[in-house]
């Protein structure tokens, strides 16, 4: 739990550099949106301060709306950095030993299956968005 209030002691300190750099590289590559959301979210922990923060400013900064909305599901990011409580409790749980938290912290059990779910889905979003506009 430590490391969950570190972060979110971070994030909360630099939120405004967080939203100015992104938005800077969401007004010169719209396309980086899902990116951006996987990034920032994995910082706020939060899907909903996530997508709060910056999908307003990226309709503004004139993002489609289908990018928008295919980029969505990168906001579940949550779980990259090993300090999200549901995670840690998930490692905790596990009788078996195979979920575990690796000692170089980005090698844990759920990065691989989360990040492919993410850009299978984000993939799909662009691919029905543009079918559907």
Sequence with gaps: MLACALGDTFVKAHINDIQSTAGALLQNYPCMLAVVLFFVS???YSQAATAKA???AALVL???PVT???SFAAVSALFVLPTYPTLLAA???DDT???RIGKY???HAFLVPGVLTIALSVAFGFVVGNIVQ
């Design 42 to 44: 994995m910082l706020l």
């Design 54 to 56: 910056l999908l307003p």
């Design 62 to 64: 004139g993002v489609s």
């Design 68 to 70: 928008v909305v295919a």
């Design 91 to 93: 490692v905790e749980m």
């Design 97 to 99: 030993g195979s979920t």
């Design 105 to 107: 912290v980005f090698n």
